[in-house]
T-cell receptor, first 112, second 114 residues
């Protein structure tokens, strides 16, 4: 079993839709949670960064972490064609930890 | 401000050859990490360096090595290339080691081994 499981997609939605992207993880030591967006032939771009449980909002993006169920989500409101990309969840444990553990990514297409 | 820069952007090598990939971190960042991303998968951790010292190593063979220079730039070396080494190699920088210092990635070097 992978430490971070991500809905594989691909996901296709019409422009303006609300998108929900989800991951689960198995290691209770994970404390920091990130969402990266990766366009084709580009590196991952940090979108959201949260610590422990709760919600964090940034513009059209909301990251949600539920440590009790080991579930992390990214919501995109009023989705745009420019949001079409692969979304990667990632997590890391303590402040001394060295490596991010990534999900396998969900490919999102927003249709105009 | 310049982000993480990597060179070259693309590389084609033959099995058995050696390759060196280079990375310059964001100004002020002292930690550099290397990740391998195979098509359709998330990045896998290879190395992390901080202040020129190796701070972490992933589950990769000894053919993979790296180093960090006094100016915080870094090189990833891969010897005796195999077909399975074909991937996107990503460099990321952060202010320091640890989960409270998020990683910022470059656009990677796409390595093809034939």
């Amino acid at each position: 079993q992978k430490e971070v499981e991500q809905d594989p997609g691909p996901l296709s939605v019409p422009e303006g839709a609300i998108v929900s992207l989800n991951c689960t993880y198995s290691n209770s030591a994970f404390q920091y949670f990130m969402w990266y967006r990766q366009y084709s032939r580009k590196g991952p771009e940090l979108l959201m960064y949260t610590y422990s449980s709760g919600n964090k909002e940034d513009g059209r993006f909301t990251a949600q972490v539920d440590k009790s169920s080991k579930y992390i989500s990214l919501f995109i409101r009023d989705s745009q064609p420019s949001d079409s990309a692969t979304y990667l969840c990632a997590t890391i444990s303590s402040g001394s930890a060295r490596q991010l553990t990534f999900g396998s990514g969900t490919q999102l297409t927003v249709l105009p | 401000d310049a982000g993480v820069t990597q060179s070259p952007t693309h590389l084609i090598k033959t099995r058995g050859q050696h390759v060196t990939l280079r990375c310059s971190p964001i100004s002020g960042h002292k930690s550099v990490s290397w990740y391998q991303q195979v098509l359709g998968q998330g990045p896998q951790f290879i190395f992390q360096y901080y202040e020129k010292e190796e701070r972490g190593r992933g589950n990769f063979p000894d053919r993979f090595s790296a180093r960090q220079f006094p100016n915080y730039s870094s090189e990833l070396n891969v010897n005796a290339l195999l077909l399975g080494d074909s991937a996107l190699y990503l460099c990321a920088s952060s202010l320091k080691v640890g989960g409270d210092s998020p990683l910022h990635f470059g656009n990677g070097t796409r390595l093809t081994v034939t």
